[in-house]
């Protein structure tokens, strides 16, 4: 039986669905930050929310096409995604334009395509693709060594455009890699780091190693039946308090002032509102604005007098937060969590490791933009710039997630007649 | 447990977010409160105030446009600071520490940089505005005064202060308040409501169309005219009477409770209260401590009511059915009891019954008035406590409820406050302990609104309605209901006629007798009051105060009126004199008395005043001892 030719029926309706209300609230906040009530008329490339409905438009084409695919081709063509995917992006370096600082699109004409949207797409098929194969092990360090490479190249192509948050999302690769069994000891390590880096930035490198050396001492006497090695102790707070001090160098050396910044007002250290901080102070003034059930479709004062910068894009959800209030905010943050849930468990039913390590891929992934944005439009993070998914303006974006989420689909209705 | 991990910090990263959210937009929602909002702008429409007219609909207090140049300190862009302060006419400097003052009190909320510029200065700055971003002109309207009198009843406005902008939000930066005098009592009629219109903003702040479709919007509401029951005619007459001394004199129509005229003296022209001198003129007003020109004596001023207190004396004792009118007493130059130093009284005829007790103010008879009134209850204590009753039903002893927002309660001593001075029960106290209260000089303290009070309730026979100044409110023909509700003596209307009898014989042939106004038919009594001052901590007795009530016509009373003159002497001096003739002035419209005229106009206190300040000792009461022969003669000089 040909996997092109099933009945629709079969595709997940609970993604479908969740996809097309978020696409739906998604064009409704665009229009409300894009509004301008002296427009003349609708139908009008000059205004961002009739461009999106194209996008929208073109990408249901797109659906429609994944759809039609035969499943095995993602699976048989990942690997020359994957390279053209990559040389795309190695392209944008002599022919790409720069718009707002960065070059990370490809320009025709007045269209422009961002491909590092895409290339997550492919990093996905991808690394399913390498993590699927019988003869992968990913408990040996030369395929996980592999692995890392497969995600690291787009990112560090990514990175000096410059575009560091799109290079962050690569980190999602992390799930996949964990629930295929990658050991746990990565899981600490990235953890650790990450705490190091938070707690060093917050109280400075002497402290946080004294603390290192305490709870080390602390461990060792408590295990001390066990016999632990003390080489081995030694050697974690050492390398504990080199990065806790290289944390610190890089932070005042290599970083540049405008990431201190924004590490820093997130820590608390600061509270300039005017200048650096002012887009999630604006943005927060936006939310807050919207107390329970929000000021109304077109009635938020922050968001039609354009107070938050980049609205229509990255903070997008602050006009969600002003005009639909608490109520309307929570429904969008249920059905992101709905949508990646639904999405891990489709995953964990597929009998097709491919489907299952893309699957979790699409999760993480969406998942990352999700917190990283939502996170900083809420000022619980520093300032990253990366969309909200079906959310955010832009064509790009809007279509590499539809195509990233309904491959899955795609994979998932299929998975009946695996064997 | 590997699939758990994502699962896990899925869901507790939901939690996160929407615990975020709660705290934004539920919990603290301090920086979109709507006048913190830098996306909306509120552009507010002052309406005029409510105009001033007096009974007979003269114009008092009108009102003339002002300008403010007020500031948003965030808007201003770089100007000529130079240029500016020549177009305004201050110092760089000033200028400077205006900004800085309205930097620090809100960089959003507009400030005022200089305060009530006139139409000329407006007219020249206006075209010049455009110039200065951040620099706005706010119209308002300031009181023009038609009068150069009043100035106590009815109060001045004033910016309001940050203390007033909290209590209440309908006030903001630069608003104007009334205070004292009607302008603060009827501040809600007379100012309106002002109107706001809430603009959405764009980040560039420009204004891109009405919030919500204007649906918060509030029309202004112009603020109502309102005419009081003053006669303008007769304030500026008392007045005039009053220049060179300090008292009060308050009229009302016992009728009605209406107040006829409010004298304080000294007073000052209600427009030095106005424009950018009002402060400097207020600090200068405010602080002379000598004269107290801002130190509202007719409602302020506490003082033993002396003589005129002797009516209701009179009435007390009727009631209580302890005297009698033919009951006589003889005087022998005062009112002996206990063995103690008597209460003195002047040389009358003798003796006196109660009508003609009135008449020549004999101190004798009302002590033994007095004294059975007290003494027909078991206790003194009882005694008092009944007699205070009966002088609270006048309106005595606390606040009157009148429309003016300052006031004394003067006070009735209860029996507790005899008590506790003569700290009982370890010593007694008896009736002859207050026997001063007979003749309003003991421990009663009346203000001379009390006093007119009284007196109109005796003129009516028996109740009063509360004196108010407000006579009606445009658009509105309601006045208070408690303006119109009749307050009805403890004293039965019938004992009231001997009383008046003997209040019309003071003008007959009593203390008064010199005063007569042709064609009118007065009934007065005159009081002359004892007072001490302290004067480098000795208690230094200072020339009497001259009082005076009367009411007029006998028969259907117009006017009562109350006269209170500082350290005028004895009552029918400078008091009785001033009733008389604006009794004269209200009821004819002229005043034929031409000599009391002058000699009121005449004669100033002012030499009086300034003895107890020239720190030397001083004679009192010119020296004099009033006697017959003395008073035959004063009044001659006439």
Same mark, same amino acid.
């Given at each position: 039986m040909s996997s092109g030719s099933r009945s629709v029926g079969s595709f997940d309706w609970a993604l479908i669905l969740i996809y097309l209300a978020l696409i739906s609230i998604g064009w409704l906040s665009i229009y409300s930050a894009s509004?301008?009530?002296?427009?003349?008329?609708?139908?009008?490339?000059?205004n961002l929310h009739f461009k999106q409905l194209i996008w929208i438009a073109l990408g249901f084409a797109i659906i429609t096409f994944i759809l039609f695919l035969d499943t095995k081709f993602f699976e048989r063509f990942s690997s020359i995604i994957y390279v053209i995917s990559i040389i795309s992006l190695i392209l944008l370096f002599p022919l790409g334009k720069n718009i707002n600082g960065a070059t990370s699109w490809f320009a025709f004409g007045s269209f422009t395509l961002q491909p590092s949207e895409f290339a997550k797409v492919a990093t996905a098929l991808a690394l399913a693709k390498y993590l699927s194969?019988?003869?992968?092990?990913?408990?040996?360090v030369r395929d996980q060594l592999r692995a890392f490479a497969i995600i690291a190249i787009p990112a560090l192509v990514i990175i000096p455009q410059p575009d560091p948050g799109s290079a962050l999302?690569?980190?999602?690769?992390f799930f996949p890699l964990y629930r295929e069994g990658i050991a746990t000891g990565y899981l600490i390590l990235g953890a650790s780091v990450i705490t190091l880096f938070v707690l060093t930035l917050l109280f400075g490198p002497l402290y946080i190693a004294l603390g290192v050396v305490a709870i080390a001492i602390l461990l060792f006497l408590k295990n001390r039946k066990k016999r632990p090695s003390k080489l081995l102790y030694l050697g974690i707070v050492l390398a504990c308090s080199l990065f806790t001090f290289s944390v610190n160098y890089i932070f005042e050396n290599v970083f540049q002032q405008r990431h201190r910044d924004r590490f820093n007002i997130v820590l608390g250290?600061?509270?300039?509102?005017?200048?650096?901080?002012y887009n999630t102070r604006q943005s927060e003034i936006a939310i807050g604005n919207?107390?329970?059930?929000?000021?109304?479709f077109l009635q938020g004062t922050q968001t039609t007098g354009k107070f938050v910068p980049a609205q229509d894009t990255d903070y997008i959800f602050s006009s969600v937060g002003e005009e639909w209030g608490f109520l309307g905010s929570a429904v969008v943050i249920l059905l992101f969590i709905l949508l990646i849930l639904r999405i891990i468990q489709l995953s964990e039913k597929q009998k097709n490791e491919f489907s299952r390590i893309y699957g979790y891929s699409v999760a993480g992934i969406l998942f990352v933009h999700f917190t990283v944005n939502i996170g900083m439009v809420t000022g619980l993070?520093?300032?990253?710039?990366?969309p909200l998914p079906f959310?955010?303006?832009g064509g790009s974006g809007f279509w590499g997630f539809t195509i990233l989420l309904f491959i899955f689909i795609k994979l998932d209705g299929n998975r009946v007649n695996e064997w | 447990m590997r699939k758990l991990l994502l699962l896990t910090i899925v869901l507790s990263t939901g939690l996160l977010f929407i615990g975020r959210l709660f705290y934004l937009?539920?919990?603290?929602t301090s920086a979109s409160a709507l006048s913190e909002n830098n996306a909306i702008k509120a552009e507010y429409d002052i309406p005029q105030r409510g105009r001033i007219y007096d009974?007979?609909?003269?114009?008092l207090v009108s009102n003339q446009p002002s300008y403010d140049l007020m500031v948003i300190p965030r808007e201003?862009? @770089?100007?000529?600071t130079l240029a500016l302060c020549n177009l305004l006419s201050i110092t760089p400097e000033k200028l400077k520490k205006e900004l800085k003052r309205a930097r620090v009190y809100s960089p959003r909320l507009p400030s005022v940089i200089?305060?009530?510029?006139?139409q000329g200065e407006y007219a020249y700055l206006g075209e010049q505005?455009?110039?200065?971003?951040g620099f706005f002109i706010q119209k308002r309207s300031l009181r023009d005064y038609?009068?150069?009198?009043g100035a106590n009843f009815l109060g001045y406005i004033q910016e309001v202060n940050q203390g007033i902008i909290k209590r209440d939000e309908y006030y903001k930066m630069g608003d104007l308040i009334g205070r004292q005098g009607v302008e603060q009592q009827y501040e809600e009629v007379l100012r309106g409501k002002k109107g706001v219109k809430y603009l959405q903003k764009d980040r560039f702040n420009?204004?891109?169309?009405?919030?919500?479709?204007?649906?918060l919007d509030i029309e202004p509401e112009e603020g109502k005219n309102i005419q009081l029951t003053i006669d303008a005619t007769l304030q500026k007459y008392g007045e005039e009477l009053m220049i060179n001394k300090r008292g009060g004199i308050v009229a009302i129509?016992?009728?009605?409770?209406?107040?006829?005229a409010l004298v304080a003296a000294p007073n000052y022209d209600p427009?030095?209260?106005?424009?950018?001198?009002r402060s400097k003129n207020y600090t200068q007003l405010d602080a002379d401590?000598?004269?107290?020109?801002?130190?509202?004596r007719v409602l302020q001023g506490e003082y033993?009511?002396?003589?005129?207190f002797k009516a209701l004396t009179s009435l007390i004792g009727l009631q209580e059915g302890v005297?009698?009118?033919?009951d006589k007493v003889y005087c022998n130059g005062g009112y002996r009891y206990g063995g103690k130093k008597p209460l003195g009284c002047h040389h009358h005829?003798?003796?006196?019954?109660l009508i003609s007790g009135i008449a020549h103010s004999c101190n004798s008879y009302f002590a033994t008035v007095y004294r059975n009134t007290i003494d027909k209850y078991d206790t003194p204590q009882e005694g008092i406590e009944v007699w205070k009753k009966h002088l609270e039903?006048?309106?005595?002893?606390?606040?009157?409820?009148?429309?003016?927002?300052i006031g004394r309660k003067g006070l009735v001593p209860s029996s507790t406050y005899y008590n506790r001075t003569y700290n009982y029960p370890k010593y007694r106290w008896g009736t002859t302990a207050t026997i001063s209260n007979a003749i309003g000089q003991g421990e009663v303290l009346m203000t001379p609104m009390q006093m007119v009070n009284f007196t109109a309730a005796i003129a009516n026979r028996g109740w009063f309605y509360? @004196?108010?100044?407000?006579?009606s409110i445009s658009e509105t023909?309601?006045?208070?209901s408690k303006y119109r509700e009749k307050h009805i003596t403890t004293?039965?209307?019938?004992?009231?006629e001997p009383v008046v009898q003997g209040l019309n014989d003071v003008y007959n042939y009593g203390?008064?007798?010199?005063?007569k106004i042709p064609g009118i038919d007065i009934c007065g009594k005159t009081g002359t009051a004892e007072n001490y001052t302290k004067i480098n901590g000795t208690t230094t007795q200072l020339t009497d105060h001259s009082v005076f009530v009367a009411f007029a016509p006998?028969?259907?009373?117009?006017i009562a009126i109350a006269v209170f003159v500082e350290?005028?002497?004895?009552?029918?001096?400078?008091g009785g004199r001033i009733a008389s003739i604006m009794i004269e002035k209200y009821l004819k419209?002229?005043?034929?008395r031409k000599d009391l005229e002058t000699w009121v106009l005449t004669h100033s206190l002012e030499d009086e005043y300034k003895k107890p300040l020239e720190g030397k000792p001083f004679p009192i009461n010119d020296g004099k001892k009033i006697s017959a022969k003395f008073l035959a003669e004063e009044n001659q000089d006439l």
């Open positions: 509004y301008n009530p002296n427009a003349d008329t609708f139908f009008s490339l000059e194969d019988i003869q992968t092990n990913i408990k040996t999302v690569y980190a999602a690769f250290k600061e509270a300039d509102t005017q200048s650096i901080g919207g107390g329970w059930t929000g000021q109304g993070l520093p300032t990253i710039g990366i959310f955010s303006y | 937009q539920i919990y603290d009974r007979n609909r003269n114009l201003v862009k @770089p100007f000529d200089v305060p009530t510029m006139s505005m455009r110039k200065y971003e038609q009068i150069d009198f420009r204004v891109i169309g009405p919030y919500k479709d204007g649906i129509e016992p009728a009605t409770g209406e107040i006829l427009a030095l209260l106005v424009g950018r001198e401590s000598i004269a107290k020109p801002l130190f509202d033993p009511p002396g003589s005129p005297v009698n009118l033919n005829k003798s003796p006196v019954q039903s006048f309106g005595l002893g606390n606040f009157m409820g009148y429309d003016l927002p509360k @004196p108010h100044i407000i006579k023909d309601t006045i208070y004293i039965d209307p019938a004992y009231f203390t008064a007798n010199f005063l006998k028969d259907d009373p117009k350290n005028g002497y004895w009552g029918s001096r400078f419209g002229e005043v034929t």
